[in-house]
């Protein structure tokens, strides 16, 4: 099996079949972060994919705790205030080629 057919069998696996060039993290059928976690997990560690460069909350950003105000909050616990960005299958695939997150 190749690297693009482990990829896909692998989102088929956590979520479900998705054409290439649909996003896990954008649109009305967007993925939810927790899940999106685990996937990216087994994702690294089963295809081998160094995602050092990967930033999780640029793709998944942090909604914060809502009833408290971000300056008593630790960085991690505070709201991002941006849009998610398109994290897409083909992303997902020519990385796996790469053996290393190149977005």
Same mark, same amino acid.
């Given at each position: 099996?190749?690297?693009?057919?482990?990829?896909?069998?692998? +989102?088929? %696996?956590?979520?479900? @079949?998705?054409? @290439?060039?649909?996003?896990?993290?954008?649109?009305? /059928?967007?993925?939810?972060?927790? %899940?999106? /976690?685990? $996937? $990216?997990?087994?994702?690294?560690?089963?295809?081998?994919? @160094?995602?050092?460069? $990967?930033? *999780?909350? =640029?793709?998944?950003?942090?909604?914060?705790?809502? *009833?408290? #105000?971000?300056?008593?909050?630790? =960085?991690?616990? &505070?709201? @991002?205030?941006? &849009?998610?960005? #398109?994290?897409?299958?083909?992303?997902? +695939?020519?990385?796996a080629v790469a053996g290393r997150w190149?977005?």
């Amino acid at each position: 099996m190749n690297k693009a057919e482990s990829v896909r069998r692998l +989102i088929a %696996e956590y979520f479900w @079949d998705m054409p @290439d060039d649909a996003s896990l993290s954008t649109g009305k /059928n967007g993925v939810l972060p927790e %899940e999106a /976690n685990d $996937f $990216f997990e087994e994702y690294a560690e089963s295809l081998h994919v @160094d995602m050092s460069a $990967f930033y *999780f909350r =640029k793709y998944f950003p942090n909604e914060g705790v809502r *009833f408290l #105000p971000g300056a008593i909050l630790p =960085k991690y616990m &505070q709201t @991002d205030h941006h &849009q998610p960005a #398109p994290l897409t299958v083909e992303m997902l +695939i020519e990385s796996a080629v790469a053996g290393r997150w190149l977005y």
